[in-house]
């Protein structure tokens, strides 16, 4: 629908269990109620609810970036960043030591890459979690994964809205990040106010809609 893009492929240990969680979600964003969507289901696993809904939102905006990646270029976005107030660096990996500036593209995809890697890794996202409480390395990989996502978020927000629009995709998108900082919120999973400074107007706006504050 969206193009293609990467996708996260849960191990075999954990697909079932992921599904199951990932349809009970589903049924209840379907139904409208968002706040109700990203709350913990009564007697599920914390750590799998965190890493079913990480996976679907890594998907999700591969999916949504994928429609407008042949828009994203070096020279269309020779930076990655979400208006002229915000630049992201990236640092990673032996080639990254230091932040550096690289064209959105290129940022998005090395990011990507890293959720992959980070998600492939069983000491952080095992087959089957032995505890419901979350250990403070998962939930600073976490909270890392959705920092970087909300970035995407901006990018696409502050630089390819109008072709989203044209291709018909905006309302996923605002479905989609709706959804995301919600369960952000729920879970304290992007602890710095100043990290929604590109979409505050947005973020107020969906605050207003579910009588919340920050």
């Known amino acids: 629908m969206f193009g293609k893009s990467k996708t996260f ?3 075999k240990g954990t697909a079932s269990r992921t599904l199951e969680l990932r349809k009970g979600g589903q049924a209840t964003l379907n139904a409208g109620n968002l706040k109700a969507a990203v709350a913990l289901p009564p007697g599920e696993n914390l750590c799998e609810w965190l890493s079913a809904n990480t996976i679907d939102f890594f998907n999700q905006v591969n999916m949504l970036y994928g429609a407008v990646s042949d828009f994203c270029t070096s020279t269309s976005c020779p930076t990655m960043s979400a208006g002229s107030s915000y630049e992201y660096l990236w640092q990673g990996g ?3 030591p230091k932040p550096t500036a ?3 593209s290129k940022y998005i995809e090395l990011l990507m890459a890293w959720i992959q890697d980070v998600l492939d890794d069983t000491k952080l996202f095992p087959d089957v979690f032995t505890s419901d ?3 403070k390395e998962l939930m600073a990989a976490l909270r890392t ?3 970087r996502l909300f970035r995407v ?3 696409m927000y502050h630089s390819h809205l ?3 629009s044209q291709l018909g995709i905006e309302p996923h998108l605002n479905t989609g990040f709706k959804h995301f900082y919600l369960f952000a919120r729920e879970f304290k999973l992007i602890e710095d106010r100043k990290e929604f400074g590109p979409l505050m107007q947005i973020i107020e706006e969906i605050n207003k809609t579910y009588g919340l504050k920050f």
């Open 145 to 147: 994964i959705f920092k």
């Open 9 to 11: 492929k849960p191990r």
């Open 133 to 135: 409480t979350p250990s």
């Open 162 to 164: 109008d072709k989203l």
């Open 94 to 96: 032996k080639d990254y």
């Open 153 to 155: 978020y901006a990018h």
């Open 102 to 104: 690289v064209p959105a």
